[in-house]
């Protein structure tokens, strides 16, 4: 990725709202490649408009799976540079899902809205998705390359205009 897009994530999160500037601590994250023998769980979900979401109607993108809460003031503080991820590296190459755990559309709505939020999201209200996908661990995100196999898993808050974050998508994008 050239410096002018990583310069433009930067900036967009950045701008996204005090919201985003909320004190927390310092981003800390555990990331670790997908178990090789746990194969990739499905994903059956609505979005906010009823709409049923699975993981194929991600295929041929990178799909960005992030387990939130608006509860949660470490997802909440993730969510300006997640957001920009398709814009900055291609919508046709990467697509961001957040998945709220456990509370309802018009809550979810009412938070995205105060936000300045227009990530799609969907609804998991009784936790089932994340049980499947072994999260506990709040924000978690999953990716997932192309083909719609689990590659990566991380757990915690990330800076997703760092070099690092940015280079595990690109990684999936070169496969």
Not at 145 to 155: E, F, M, N
């Amino acid at each position: 990725m050239n410096a002018q897009r990583r310069l433009a994530l930067r900036a967009a999160g950045a701008s996204l709202g005090a919201w985003a500037l909320l004190p927390h601590a310092h981003a800390s994250f555990e990331a670790t490649d997908w178990p090789r023998r746990m194969p990739t769980p499905p994903l059956d979900a609505l979005d906010l408009t009823g709409r049923r979401l699975t993981l194929a109607d991600f295929k041929g993108r990178v799909l960005v799976l992030n387990f939130w809460a608006s509860w949660c003031e470490p997802c909440r503080a993730e969510m300006p540079t997640l957001q920009q991820l398709p814009e900055v590296l291609g919508e046709d190459r990467v697509a961001v899902l957040g998945l709220n755990f456990k509370e309802g559309p018009r809550k979810i709505a009412q938070f995205t809205q105060a936000a300045g939020v227009t990530l799609p999201m969907a609804l998991d209200p009784q936790g089932e998705i994340a049980r499947a996908w072994g999260v506990r661990v709040f924000p978690s995100t999953i990716l997932i390359d192309t083909a719609g196999r689990a590659r990566r898993r991380i757990r915690g808050e990330v800076d997703w205009s760092s070099n690092e974050a940015l280079g595990w998508i690109e990684a999936l994008l070169r496969r």
